[in-house]
C-alpha cells in the first residue's frame, strides 16, 4: 500500500493529491457529527438564504483579533432575501465549542463541536431557503452520496465476478445464455432503465428504504459491463498454464476461479473501481435531483441542487446553493484522477 | 513388479484428427519411463491424456488407461480430481509460467495439501519438502519471479509431491533449464524414486537424457508407439529406423569438426496424415508396403517394435 503510495506521488502527483482529496471527503463524511456545526435538519428561520459568513480577525476600526470572530447577519428585506451586516457587535468563533446534545455515530451523545460561536450564526457556506446550514447538510449528504459508491460498486463487482467469472470459465452454453442476459441489460439506455425501475416501487418509502433501493437499482445496472470484462479476461487467463497446473493437482474448479483466475484481473479491476464509483455517485445524484431519490430532510448532494432546478431567482441572488455540485465535481474528478493514477501504477510492465 | 499404470489401446482426437493411434505401453512401480520423439509426435499428449486434461476439442475416443487398478477413462470429473494430485502428480516444462505469479510458493504449496491438516501443520509439511527439493525454507517466503529456473522448478517439484503420488508424469521438465540446474533436477528425480515409492513417466526430446534417466524408453513418432524397450539395449542397439537415426543425430557420437546429422524432412502434420507409415517419407528402408499400411506391434528382441522391416504385422 505505502508502495503503491509512493509510486503514484512519483509518477503521477495529480492523482496523489486526488487520493488525499478522496482520504478528506471520507473522513469529513464519517466525522459529520462532530464537524457539522448544526443539524441537517435544524431550520433558522430568520435567515434563509442567508450568504455565507464571513470569518475576520479585523474589526471595523482595523483593531487585530487572534481568535477569528464573525458578525452577525439580519434579514432586511425578506422579499428579496436581502441581509444586513450588523458589525458592532463581534462573535468569537470558538474550537471545541459547547452546543445542542447530539447523538454521534449513533452511539452516544455529546455536546461538543469542531468550531461554533456562542452568540450569532456560522454558515461559512451560507443558507438554503429554509435556512438550514449547507455546510453541515454538505457533510451529512456526503455520507449517503459517498457510500452509495462504494457499497453500489462492491455489489455490482461481486456480481460481475461471478457471473464473469463463471462464464467466461465454462464457456460454451453457460457463456452464451449469461451473455446474452448482459446484453438485454446493456441494451437499455441506462438511464431510462434507472427511471423505470425506481418508478416501480412506491414513491412514498422511508428513507432508509430508498437508500437501499437506489444502491441495489444502480448496481444492477452496473454489473452487466463488468461481468462482460471479466468474462473476457477469464477467458484468456483460463489459458494460462499455472491454470492448467493447478488443474492438474486436482484443485476444484470454483477454488481455481476465484484464487487463481479473478486475482490475475485486478490490476484491471482496481482501476475499474476507481472509474466506475463516479457514476455510482453521478447516478444517485440523478436520482435525487430528479426527486425520486433521497427525500427531503435528509440531505444528498443531489437533492440539494434539485431546490435549483428552474429557480433562477435563486441561482442569481444565492449562487453558494450550487456548492453541493462543486462537491460531486470534486469527488468524481479525483476518483477518475486516482483511477487513471492508478492504472499506470499497478500495471506491471510500467514498473 | 506389479504395473501401476496401463494403457490399452488408446486412441486420442476427433472426428477430423487422429491424435494418438493405438498406444499400448505400462508402467511398473518403482520405474521410469521416458518418452522420446520430436516435438509434435504426441508425446505430452499422452500424458496429459493420462491425467485427463486435454484440450477442449480432443477427447479419448477409445482404449482404458488402468492406474492401481482403477479405470480412470470412465471416472467422472469429481473422483478424477481425486487421484488427480493425490496419486498422479505432473511437472511442466516452463516452470515460470506454471507458477501462479501472485501467490508465493508457500502459499501455492499449501494449497495442494490434502487432508485436514492444521496451520501449523501444513507449513511444516511444506518446508519438510521443500527442504527435500534443496530449497531453503525461506523459499516458502518468495514469489516465483524471485526464485531462479533452477528452484522454480524445484517448488514446482514439491507441489506435485507434497501429496505422495505414486506416479509422476514430468514433461521436459529440465528443458527451459541450463545443463547443470538439469542435472541437479534429474539427480533428484532418480533419487526420489526410491524415496518416495514413485514411478515416473518422463517425456524429453533427448535420448541420451533418456538413457540416462529412464529404465524403459518408450520411442514415439505421430502419434503411434514405434519402438519400446529397455533404454540400455535401446541406446546401444536400436532397432526402428527412426530410433536410429535419433541417435544418429546425438552430438556425443562425432568427432571434433565432423558435421552432425540431421533427418531430413519434418514429421508429417496431423491433419494430412500418409495411409501407411508415417515415417514412411524419412525412411532409410521404405519398402512399397510402407506407404500403403501402418505396421502392427510385434515383439522383437526383447521388445516391440512397428517396423515391416522386423515383420509382416499389419495394423488392424
Known sequence: MRNILYRLKRRNFISFVSFWIIVLLYLLAIFADFIAPYPFNKQFRDYPLCPPTKIHFFDK???????????????????????????????????????????????????????????????????????????????????????????????????????????????????????????????????????????????????????????????????????????????????????????????????????????????????????????????????????????????????????????????????????????????????NFLGDGLRDVLDPKNW | MEEILKLENIYVGNEELKILRNINFSVKRNEIVSIVGESGCGKSMTLRTIIKLLPKNLKILNGDIIFEGIRIKDLKEKEMNKIRGEKIGMIFQEPSSYLNPLFTIGNQIEEAVRGNFKREKRKEKVIKILKEMELSPNVYYQYPHQLSGGMQQRAMIAMALINNPSLLLADEPTTALDVTTAFGIINLLKNLVSEHNLSILFVTHDISLANYISDRIIVMYAGIIVENGKAKEIYENPLHPYTRKLIECLPEKYKKGERIKTIEGEVPSFKNLPPGCPFFQRCDFKMKICEERIPGEINFENRILRCFKYGNTLES
Open chain 1, 61 to 335: 476600526d482595523k483593531k487585530f483579533y487572534l481568535r477569528p470572530f464573525v458578525y452577525e447577519y439580519k434579514l432586511v428585506n425578506p422579499a428579496l432575501n436581502k441581509y444586513e451586516v450588523l458589525t458592532e457587535k463581534i462573535c468569537p468563533v470558538y474550537f471545541f465549542v459547547k452546543g445542542e446534545r447530539r447523538k454521534i455515530f449513533g452511539l452516544f451523545y455529546s455536546d461538543r463541536y469542531l468550531f461554533g460561536t456562542k452568540e450569532g450564526k456560522i454558515f461559512i457556506f451560507g443558507t438554503d431557503i429554509h435556512g438550514r446550514d449547507i455546510f453541515s447538510r454538505i457533510l451529512y449528504g456526503a455520507r449517503i452520496s459517498l457510500s452509495i459508491g462504494i457499497i453500489g460498486v462492491s455489489i455490482s463487482f461481486f456480481l460481475g465476478f461471478l457471473i464473469g467469472g463463471i462464464s467466461g470459465y465454462f464457456g460454451g452454453k453457460v457463456d452464451n445464455i449469461i451473455m446474452r442476459i448482459v446484453e438485454i441489460f446493456m441494451m437499455f439506455p441506462s438511464f431510462y432503465l434507472m427511471l423505470s425501475l425506481r418508478a416501480a416501487f412506491p414513491i412514498n418509502l422511508s428513507s432508509f428504504q430508498v437508500y437501499l433501493l437506489i444502491v441495489v437499482i444502480l448496481s444492477l445496472i452496473g454489473w452487466a459491463g463488468l461481468a462482460r470484462i471479466i468474462r473476457g479476461m477469464v477467458l484468456s487467463i483460463k489459458e494460462e498454464e499455472y491454470v492448467l497446473a493447478s488443474k492438474a493437482l486436482g484443485i476444484p474448479t470454483f477454488k481455481i476461479i476465484f484464487k487463481h483466475i479473478i486475482p490475475n484481473t485486478f490490476s484491471y479491476s482496481i482501476t475499474a473501481i476507481t472509474l466506475s464509483i463516479p457514476g455510482y455517485i453521478l447516478g444517485e445524484s440523478t436520482l435525487s435531483l430528479l426527486g425520486l431519490g433521497i427525500q427531503e430532510p435528509y440531505p444528498s448532494w443531489g437533492n440539494m441542487l434539485s431546490v435549483c432546478i428552474g429557480n433562477l431567482r435563486i441561482l442569481s441572488t444565492a449562487p453558494w446553493m450550487l456548492i453541493p455540485g462543486f462537491f460531486i465535481f470534486l469527488t468524481i474528478i479525483s476518483f
